[in-house]
Each structure stands twice: as C-alpha cells, then as structure tokens.
C-alpha cells in the first residue's frame, strides 16, 4: 500500500503544483498588463509587499518541485542504469538546489533593503 501511496502522493503534488503556477502565472501577467513597471525602484516596491513576496517565493518552491517531480519520473523511466540514474538525479537535485538557494536570496535583498 505505501508504494501506491507514494505515487499518488507525488501525483496529486505535481497537479496541485501546476494549477497554483498557473494561476500566478495568470494572474501575474494580468497585472504587469495593468500596471507595467518601468525602472528598478517600481520593481523594488512591488516586491517588497510581503503578499508579493510571499506568493513569488512559494511560485518559485512549487515550480522547483513540479520540475522536480517530472524529471525524476522521466528519469525513473527511461534511464535503466541504476548509477547513471543516481548521478543524474543527485545533479539534478543540486541544481535545483542552487537555484532555489538563488533566488530566495534576491527575495530576502528586496526585503531587507
């Protein structure tokens, strides 16, 4: 029971990731079409609305897991050797590591400024 338990874990993770990407996708571009910032002081402010920030950060975490969760499937699949399979997903895994660590970095300077 666990193991089908784990997969639609992932799943149900990796649709509910989709739809909130989605809609802040959405809703995002709706906004920078009402409201286009022009220099680097209209982004800093818009940023640094905790909401804005907030969501934006969560936007990032969900992207990072439903990129995760994809790729680990399509590597689960289609790489048959075990240690291939291993070095890639540990590449892939800090990548995405790298990135998260990236960019939640650029969302606490705007914050802190």
């Known amino acids: 029971m666990a193991s089908?338990?784990?997969?639609?874990?992932?799943?149900?993770?990796?649709r509910l990731s989709a739809l909130y990407v989605a809609v802040y996708l959405v809703l995002a571009l709706f906004w920078f079409y009402q409201n286009a910032p022009v220099d680097y002081m209209d982004w800093q402010s818009l940023?640094?609305?905790?909401?804005?920030?907030?969501?934006?950060?969560?936007?990032?975490?969900?992207?990072?897991?439903?990129a995760w969760i994809g790729v680990?499937?399509?590597?689960?699949d289609y790489v048959q050797?075990?240690?291939t399979?291993?070095?890639l997903l540990i590449g892939m895994s800090l990548l995405q590591l790298v990135m998260a660590i990236w960019v939640f970095m650029a969302f606490y300077a705007v914050v802190a400024l």
């Open 4 to 14: 089908r338990a784990q997969g639609l874990r992932t799943w149900l993770l990796q």
């Open 47 to 66: 940023f640094a609305s905790p909401m804005v920030n907030i969501f934006s950060q969560l936007f990032i975490y969900l992207l990072l897991t439903h």
């Open 72 to 76: 680990r499937d399509i590597l689960i």
């Open 81 to 83: 050797n075990i240690p």
């Open 85 to 87: 399979r291993f070095v």
